[in-house]
């Protein structure tokens, strides 16, 4: 199989030292942090039967791993197979959508792990950790995702993994912001997952705007089986987005509830998608990229919600609601941001992440500013919303009230953070590819011959050769 | 990409106004309703915290999340990537088995919860749900993708979404009359969903029938990937199997022996499904379409026994008889049934649910006659039967007659009411395709351009263009 | 579609009567052997209710399958969809890969239950099953698994039915041996299921050499979307890999940790593996068979180790370590392995299981080796190692000498019982194809025409034929 043709481009996309080196100096860097660092936390180490005495548990099944473990596994297999194979509808960019997925985010979860640490499980100058942490680590992971989506076929691995080492810097800063100081709940991560991931990305990609893109223009959709492999992704993403949003909430009802709410959600998201699909389209025909898409915004739109006392018809609503924007957002938005604002928005992450990740926050900031006790029971409704200690004092209005000041923080924290991480990755030294070798995937991977070359038919043993 | 050539139909398939209307006014009606009755069940409520202390629970793990929701979301991956990948297996029509099936279940929960919550979760007015509705949903659904699999490539999506509606509702009828009437056991659902919903199927599509299909016979087959997606399908199903006939069986033991008898039949129904997949073909081969479909018999055989105490040589034997009827049914019965009987049956789902439902029922029927109290304690013998109350003097044999009166009910409703659905979606206003254009996704979704097309080829930087 | 040329073939590939005639007669064994043998354990009883009594618990909570369950299905997916479609990389193989995988395991994982039964659950002459043999039945089948990626292409499905009679039982004693005369600790099996599997595998692929191997060479490689559907199983692999490695380690605190360290690991391996396949190539781009396998090799490793305290950053190395040595092992050692030691290994079980496994139990004889009682707490080292009964005065330092005999004595048995193994499968009367028609799906499988056909084409209403 040789490949005489000179590749023509006019950047340097030769990967074998650069990105070799990147990941083995910050594997080590890894290493030696969590080496200082990173221990198990109680419930994970072997002193957990000393410590089970002390917190007078009686059974080994109150292992937070009982509650937690199944959960943590969905929002995995949403991080690598939901996000890796949703973004494979692309017709030659199917090893680069899963393949650089699964690096940044292998790459990511370790970082998290540290960052997130510091700031929420650092105890006597180690930071402990146990399952929680691991679906915190995924979940930040997942704006970096989200993020990847906006540059997706555009970028060289080193910038994704640079991008990646930023962003969860920046998310963890974010996130201790909005949970720590703000006092926002936001267990889905409306806010701090979505609406940041996605305008983070929305702006690296805005800085990194290429006006020949046109160039590649072939390549920027999809084949038959590429659609069925992204459906995959969304299938994945869609079932366990339960799982998503109530994995790290409280125990018992709390879980029950976001589960419940978000299940309504999506289901209702899917009507009025297909709804908008077949109306926006003057042969009424469905369009796979809004089934593909704006199915799953019915998830985000209630990620912050999702643990409240939202009720299921409120989950109808929203779910309905975000399905049309974000289908609208395909239709009509998507061509304005790129000839308009010159953002090139690949997998359309404002449709699914941005718009609805905003509308998460701010239902988010509503139904916590209509809770009341009645609704909540005199001791659910602290417990809901965490109004012990210095917040005792909080009543549901003003929660809203910060609930709502977390979104501004959260799109503040994206466009700067965006920009500036824009900027760096706008550097000739981190070899990109050029324009007509977008969303390509010979430009950083060995590709095997094609399915229609001669070799594929000449074997067939029951078969002769097609003329 | 233009289309220039006329489509040709003789059918107005144009959905623009018509699907989403459908599918706008019955979200909204979604939304009223559930508006109206649904509410959160008090272990998903946040008033959790006093009803705990009210049922004397002390640990939020008693929670009934966290005895289903593991389940629930194997069972949730069999509706939306089972069902909707298994029926990939045709060469054109993976976008409508894929998204008509996410349709039809998304729109199918929500009316499900209602149907099945009015007779079952029904109390002050309210229908209060919890994990154990969400289970009980997709079950429903569940049937209609069975359904689903009689009629595929064959009807527009506006078809589909009036037999849902329907078929929920008397799915919920019949499982009411079985359940709650005549107090049968069947936990995994060869009855209620297996039995229900592939004769249900079947009659519509007898109904539906169209003798030109034979025109389009060149899109009823596979193509090497597309029995590659199928099993992605076929495997999830396999897998999952023992969560969804365990999933809502009693905590404790029988959750724990469903999965076992299910484990087991389905192990052996692989192999006789090989068995007689080789022997029946001339050439000994082994043909797709039985282990895509014959190998997932044996999970719907044990659905009515797997919590009884069936024994795990019991369920070998089942799934071994299992596999064996339905691979002798796709040879030689599904061709019998459309020649003679005109019954066009596309995915075969006489021989994967229908006569594995009913030999389900009636080993069920058996299994619950023979049940002693040395053999299932004299605890476990009131529990496991429910022989409390006003059937407190059941005996076995008296619960046997009853489990095979539940297959006759269950047969009735579907004959009639299969009846009654394939004659209302006859009428010629819901869009189908001409025989001509059936199992074709060009007619309802936007289709890419070819795999072969040039412009896949043109731009490999490392290669020219092949020639 | 007429296939008219003769096949050529040297050999006799007919299945007709062969495969049906051990499938049937096999199943008949296990369900006589299940008769006499196979009951439920208590928990999965309906005795249950009484058993709970006396063993005091108060809540179903606490029957082993809520512990259990949601890894086993994990495990499961692994097994199936994990190992199958990892498999089907192969351009022209994958119904073999998938299919016969299935096959196997579904026949592997009845035998296991009973062989493992015997040594580990038998009591009063009966083998008493629950959740863990289901799981450990999945694991014993993991173990063939992986032997069968050594000669996947190269043998009727026959010869592996056979295989997996003989390795399940070996892989059985080996175990046997292991745990309960060596007391050694190997709750994720890298030496008893990857260093037992794997060499047991390449001994029988070094008995079955092929000399003309090269005449099929042109099937060996993948196509582009054979490679995605590969990802499909390397990513559930991987996801899943946490829930493998914790899957029967002890309640509490060892589940938690081991499922935190495999993750670490695999998270470590994923960046030196991308690393290293960039910089042993000479272009520098990525290797699809190194992401798809060596990235594995960090749940391999710590197999062992992972349910001891072997902490994150242990993890991280032990990773960072076995994706290199894998990744080198691609590039190096299978080439160097098939032209002069005549080992021809399909997949590269070689660099995946076979080294990470050694890797895994050597560190586990390490770690063990230095455990304390400060680290471990006093009742956690106890725990940990089982350090009762006749154990109880095992020292660490001697734990570790006999963790590293479990190597030797797995070892020993891989290359005996795969010399014998592969003798018999060498055997003139199995039905292997001829050397030309290896990797070739057509010789035992019904193929469905190309999907280049031309009846492909024309039949797309939308759009005329492609001239």
Request: aromatic residues 12%.
């Amino acid at each position: 199989m040789e490949r005489p043709r000179h590749q023509g481009m006019a950047k340097n996309t030769y990967m074998r030292w650069r990105l070799p080196l990147v990941c083995l100096l910050w594997e080590v860097a890894m290493i030696v942090l969590f080496g200082v660092f990173v221990r198990f936390g109680a419930e994970a180490d072997a002193h957990w039967e000393e410590e089970k005495r002390e917190m007078n548990l009686t059974s080994d099944i109150e292992n937070d791993f009982y509650f937690r473990y199944p959960s943590f596994q969905d929002v995995h297999v949403m991080i690598f197979v939901g996000f890796g194979f949703l973004m494979t509808f692309l017709k030659r960019y199917g090893f680069g959508a899963v393949g650089f997925n699964f690096l940044l985010a292998a790459f990511g979860i370790q970082w998290a792990l540290l960052m997130q640490g510091w700031f929420h499980s650092f105890k006597n100058g180690k930071i402990l950790i146990g399952v929680e942490n691991l679906i915190n680590a995924d979940f930040c992971v997942g704006s970096v995702c989200i993020a990847f989506g906006a540059i997706l076929g555009k970028t060289s691995p080193i910038q994704l993994l640079v991008m990646t080492l930023f962003q969860v810097t920046l998310f963890s800063v974010n996130e201790y912001i909005l949970l720590n100081l703000l006092h926002v709940k936001d267990a889905g991560g409306s806010m701090t997952i979505h609406t940041f991931g996605a305008y983070f990305g929305l702006t690296v990609t805005r800085i990194l705007y290429r006006p020949n893109l046109e160039q590649s223009k072939d390549k920027q959709g999809s084949v038959y089986h590429s659609d069925l492999f992204a459906m995959i992704g969304t299938l994945y993403l869609w079932m366990y987005w339960p799982s998503f949003n109530s994995a790290i909430s409280d125990h018992g009802d709390a879980q029950h509830r976001s589960a419940i709410n978000t299940y309504c959600s999506l289901a209702a998201c899917v009507l009025t998608t297909m709804a908008f699909s077949s109306m926006l389209q003057k042969k009424g025909k469905l369009d796979m990229v809004h089934i593909q898409n704006a199915t799953l915004a019915g998830g985000v739109a209630v990620g912050t919600s999702a643990e409240m006392m939202l009720t299921p018809y409120g989950s109808l609503i929203v779910g309905s609601i975000s399905g049309i924007v974000s289908t609208v957002g395909y239709v009509y938005f998507t061509p304005f941001l790129e000839s308009r604002l010159h953002i090139q928005d690949t997998c359309g992450i404002h449709n699914l992440h941005a718009m609805p990740g905003l509308i998460g926050g701010i239902v988010g900031a509503i139904t916590a500013a209509a809770a009341t006790e009645d609704v909540y029971g005199k001791e659910g409704f602290v417990k809901a919303f965490d109004f012990t200690g210095v917040y005792q004092t909080r009543t549901p209005s003003i929660q809203g009230g910060f609930q709502a000041a977390g979104i501004v923080v959260s799109l503040l924290m994206a466009f700067a953070g965006g920009a500036i991480v824009g900027g760096i990755l706008k550097l000739p030294i981190w070899g990109d590819a050029a324009a007509e070798n977008c969303f390509e995937d010979g430009v950083y991977w060995e590709v095997p011959e094609d399915e229609e070359s001669d070799a594929y038919h000449m074997h067939n043993p029951d078969k002769p050769a097609s003329p």
